[in-house]
């Protein structure tokens, strides 16, 4: 699966959209952008996931530029709650293909 | 629907102890289940994947004979930590995955302490 780079940390102000960026250069074209975040001492929970083209559902929105070597991902209204790691992963989805392999992902504080 | 459940939510033993910890799909039968550990302030590591009925696929590094999964049911696998030991204070996080689903569900995670 293609390595990922994500910012260590970010801060938002509570109300404000968060956006995090994601840069998966080398991600083939088979390789879908999975984003997962990690409350704190909780198991990791799913945000959203693509292939080329945007994606919104209750959560959040998935940007993935045209060459899809990089991607973000958007909190519309960050709420104190949204405190977390958010891990972008890439994979490839398909039978046999189930491993997520976890980067450091990106610490977002949000801020009252 | 898709809940995974973990039991005990934390524990402490003694070191020298063997500890069981259990991982449940509560709504799905799931017919892989994986298990990660996170150290403090780190990401999670995969630990090993196991199928249902099968025995568990070991990541690099990752002692068989110490940390023993068992998956004997569509439903329960466990994580036993043989012979625990300071270093194996952790937090275990357990997920799991339909049958032809690349989904993984995570369960809330297992806080291992080992004095």
């Known amino acids: 699966d293609a390595k990922t780079t994500q910012p260590t940390s970010m801060d938002c102000a509570e109300g404000r959209a968060a956006n995090l960026p994601c840069n998966h250069s080398?991600?083939?074209?088979?390789?879908?952008v999975y984003w997962y975040r990690q409350i704190h001492s909780q198991g990791p929970q799913y945000i959203i996931h693509?292939?080329?083209n945007n994606e919104t559902n209750e959560m959040a929105s998935l940007i993935i530029t045209e060459d899809r070597k990089s991607s973000t991902l958007i909190l519309p209204h960050a709420t104190l709650r949204d405190t977390a790691v958010y891990y972008c992963?890439?994979?490839?989805?398909?039978?046999?293909?189930?491993?997520?392999?976890f980067g450091k992902g990106t610490k977002l504080s949000v801020i009252p | 629907g898709a809940v995974v459940s973990q039991h005990p939510s934390w524990v402490i033993c003694k070191s020298g102890t063997s500890v069981k910890i259990e991982c449940r799909s509560l709504?799905?039968?799931?017919?892989?289940m994986f298990w990660y550990r996170q150290f403090p302030k780190q990401s999670l590591m995969l630990m090993a994947t196991?199928?249902?009925?099968?025995?568990?696929?070991?990541e690099q590094g990752v002692e068989k004979d110490k940390f023993l999964i068992n998956h004997a049911s569509l439903t329960l696998s466990t994580l036993t930590v043989t012979s625990a030991h300071p270093e194996d204070s952790s937090f275990y996080i357990c997920?799991?995955?339909?049958?032809?689903?690349?989904?993984?569900?995570f369960g809330p995670g297992t806080r291992l302490t080992v004095t």
């Open positions: 997920s799991a995955s339909r049958e032809n689903s690349y989904e993984q569900y």
């Open positions: 080398t991600i083939s074209g088979n390789e879908y």
């Open positions: 693509g292939l080329k």
């Open positions: 992963i890439v994979r490839v989805a398909g039978a046999g293909s189930y491993q997520l392999t």
């Open positions: 709504d799905f039968q799931a017919t892989t």
């Open positions: 196991s199928n249902e009925g099968s025995k568990a696929t070991y």
